[in-house]
């Protein structure tokens, strides 16, 4: 039982990446499963999380303020991959990004308490101006 996270890389600030959190082994149903990043030097952030719709969730999405309106977090109907499209990049969304998903998480902004939180291998986003 884990989570698989693919995408990131390099972009020209204004463009575009998404990154996916897979999970293997579970369907991530009554989930939350959050995003977070990391720059050089500094703490890691809370980013984005969703409450992946079940009978014990109510499929709300969260932002941080810096990316409301520029990215967007989404659940396949497999209930299975979370997704992350980032749309009109900045350079200061450059780090290390990483997903966690923890059932009945409420998607508070910060990282999920142990144990039974599953994390991904993380994945670098850098994004050039």
């Known amino acids: 039982v884990q989570v698989v996270q693919s995408g990131g890389g390099l972009v020209q600030a204004g463009g575009s990446l998404r990154l996916s959190c897979a999970a293997s082994g579970f369907y991530m149903d009554n989930y939350g499963v959050g995003w977070f990043r990391q720059a050089p030097g500094k703490g890691r952030e809370w980013v984005s999380c969703?409450?992946?719709?079940?009978?014990?969730?109510?499929?709300?999405?969260f932002y941080e303020d810096s990316v409301l309106g520029r990215f967007t977090i989404t659940s396949d109907s497999a209930k299975t991959t979370v997704y992350l499209q980032m749309d009109y990049l900045k350079p200061e969304d450059t780090g290390e990004y990483i997903c966690?998903?923890?059932?009945?998480?409420?998607?508070?902004?910060?990282?999920?308490?142990?144990?039974?939180?599953?994390w991904s291998q993380g994945t670098q986003v850098t994004v050039s101006s």
């Open positions: 966690a998903a923890k059932y009945l998480w409420g998607c508070e902004r910060r990282e999920p308490d142990s144990p039974h939180t599953y």
């Open positions: 969703i409450r992946v719709s079940g009978n014990l969730s109510d499929g709300k999405r």
